[in-house]
């Protein structure tokens, strides 16, 4: 009988406490939208040392069908070719962001990059893991945005080197896998796809030109949350999909 009684007590408890804390989640999907994108950058590669080299870069990249400015990349890696099969490195990259009304948004990403490749002929094979440290400036609301926010990006390349001709065509797939989503994403998901076709042509010695499209998949979830009274009222989880279409072109300066 007094078991009986503390059942009892025990669901009253609940049923007076629980709904005070209770919330509703509300899912949406977001009609999808697409773009035209350019992106315009160098590279100068420095070899320092047996199997080390140093990387700094610059791109441009250009939205709303290639019309507005929309971020510019600074980067700075560093590099090691262990041997013919593996090479790692590791990268820093500042971000300008183009946040509209004149107003911009600074960011930072570290990386590291795991590479191991294996050639067959004129055939490169390739298989790169990027895990990498997104960093978002300002007050950020975590069960909202994680910050930072922890991706792994992986990436499967082959390239062909035509014979006699300074002419590297290559096919390329990209997903980038969060690893610590928010809260109210419902778990961690695949947040983009790239495919990429390009052609890397060495016009001279130490002078390349890289050319490339891309066709890019941006699958996000936006969370928004209403409160009251300090207290989650409802979330919103909203699934947004985006196309890009990507032409890039990039000059590469390998001082040996």
Known sequence: MK???????????LSFFVPSFAYEIN?????ANSDFTTRVGFDIKRKIYKGFS??????????ANSSKFDRLYSILSFDYKVN??????????????????????????????????????????????????FVRMGDVNPLKVANPAVDLRSRIMVEY???NKPLKPR????????LNAPKFAKGNYIS??????????????????????????????????????????????????????????A?????K
């Open 251 to 255: 000059y590469t300066f390998d001082w």
């Open 54 to 63: 140093l990387t700094f870069s610059e791109e441009a990249r250009f939205k």
């Open 3 to 13: 078991s009986v009684r503390k059942k009892i007590v025990l669901l009253a408890f």
């Open 161 to 163: 080197s035509i014979r």
């Open 84 to 133: 013919n099969y593996f090479k790692t490195g590791i990268g820093y990259t500042y971000m300008l962001i183009n946040n509209g009304d004149k107003e911009f948004n600074h960011r930072h990403r570290i990386n590291l990059d795991l590479v191991a490749s294996y050639s067959v002929n004129q055939w490169n094979f390739s298989l790169r893991e990027r895990p990498e440290l």
């Open 171 to 178: 096919l390329a797939f990209e997903i980038f896998n969060t």
């Open 27 to 31: 899912e949406h999907r977001a009609e």
């Open 192 to 249: 983009r796809y790239k495919t990429e076709v390009g052609l890397k042509w060495e016009m001279a010695d130490s002078h390349i030109l890289n050319i490339y499209y891309r066709f890019d998949v941006d699958n996000a979830r936006d969370i928004s949350i209403d409160y009251v009274a300090n207290t989650i009222d409802c979330v919103d989880l909203t699934y947004k999909c985006s196309y890009k279409h990507i032409l890039g072109i």
